[in-house]
C-alpha cells in the first residue's frame, strides 16, 4: 500500500539548534516528493521537489534531501520565523492527474 | 507566480443549507484538487477533475460534489450541509506534466452550526 510517514509529529527547536525532519514513504516508482510549508490557517506552501535518489534542494535555512526510501528535511539555525508545520507529500504512480500522498505532517517550534 | 484564490476565508453556515465552494487558478493549469484537512487526520483528497467537466472521486466523496465549467475554476458543493463537515477546506492546482507540484489556495475555514 502506498503509504507516508512523517517523524516525528513535533519537534521544539531553540533559535539556531539545527536539526532534520523524516519523511519515508512505500511508493513503487518514485516520480516526485514534494516538501510544503503550512502556517496556522493558511494553506501550504510549496517549498521543493524531487525526484530521485541522492537529489538535494536548498533554500535559506531549509535543505532536503532523497533516498530510495526517505526524504530529509535539513533546519540549519532556525529561527523563530520558521515555525510551522511542514508537510511531505508523494506523487501517485501512473496517469497525469498528479494526484498526491500526504504524511500527516511535522510541526516545528522554534524557541528564541 | 502561481496564484489559486478561495471564495472565502472564513464561512458559516446552518445544517441543511446547501454550501459553495470556488476556486479559481491562474496558470492555465488542467488538474484541480479539494481537499479537506482536519486535526490528526492531515489533508484527505475529496474530488479532482484532470479537465473541463471531467471529474473523480477522491477518498472522502460522500456529501460532495464538484463541478468544472471553465478551465480555472473548480467549485465544491455541500449538498446539505452537516456539522461533521465542518473543517478547512483546500484547493490546489497543477499541471499534468512534468513537474505536476500542486499549488494551493488559502483555504476555507467552514463551520457549519
Known amino acids: 500500500e502506498d503509504q507516508v510517514t512523517q517523524s516525528p509529529e513535533a519537534l521544539r527547536l531553540q533559535e539556531g539548534e539545527s536539526s532534520s525532519l523524516n519523511c519515508s514513504y512505500t511508493v513503487s516508482g518514485l516520480r516526485g516528493l514534494f516538501w510544503y510549508r503550512q502556517d496556522p490557517g493558511k494553506g501550504p506552501e510549496f517549498l521543493f521537489t524531487l525526484y530521485s535518489a541522492g537529489e538535494e534542494k536548498e533554500k535559506e535555512r531549509l535543505k532536503a534531501t532523497l533516498t530510495k526510501k526517505e526524504s530529509f528535511l535539513h533546519i540549519t539555525a532556525p529561527k523563530p520565523e520558521d515555525s510551522a508545520t511542514y508537510l511531505c507529500a508523494v506523487l501517485l504512480p501512473g496517469g497525469n492527474t498528479g494526484k498526491l500522498i500526504f504524511g500527516q505532517g511535522t510541526t516545528l517550534q522554534v524557541k528564541p | 507566480d502561481v496564484k489559486v484564490t478561495q471564495s472565502s476565508r472564513y464561512l458559516v453556515k446552518r445544517t441543511g443549507e446547501k454550501v459553495f465552494l470556488e476556486c479559481v487558478q491562474d496558470?492555465?493549469?488542467?488538474?484541480m484538487f479539494w481537499y479537506r484537512q482536519d486535526p490528526g487526520l492531515g489533508l484527505r483528497l475529496i474530488y479532482f477533475s484532470y479537465d473541463v467537466k471531467m471529474k473523480e472521486k477522491g477518498d472522502i466523496p460522500e456529501g460532495y460534489s464538484v463541478s468544472r465549467e471553465k478551465k480555472e475554476r473548480f467549485s465544491l458543493i455541500l449538498e446539505s450541509a452537516s456539522t461533521n463537515q465542518t473543517s478547512m477546506y483546500l484547493c490546489a492546482s497543477s499541471p499534468p506534466w512534468g513537474v505536476q507540484t500542486q499549488y494551493f489556495g488559502p483555504g476555507t475555514r467552514l463551520t457549519v452550526l
Open positions: 496558470m492555465d493549469h488542467e488538474n
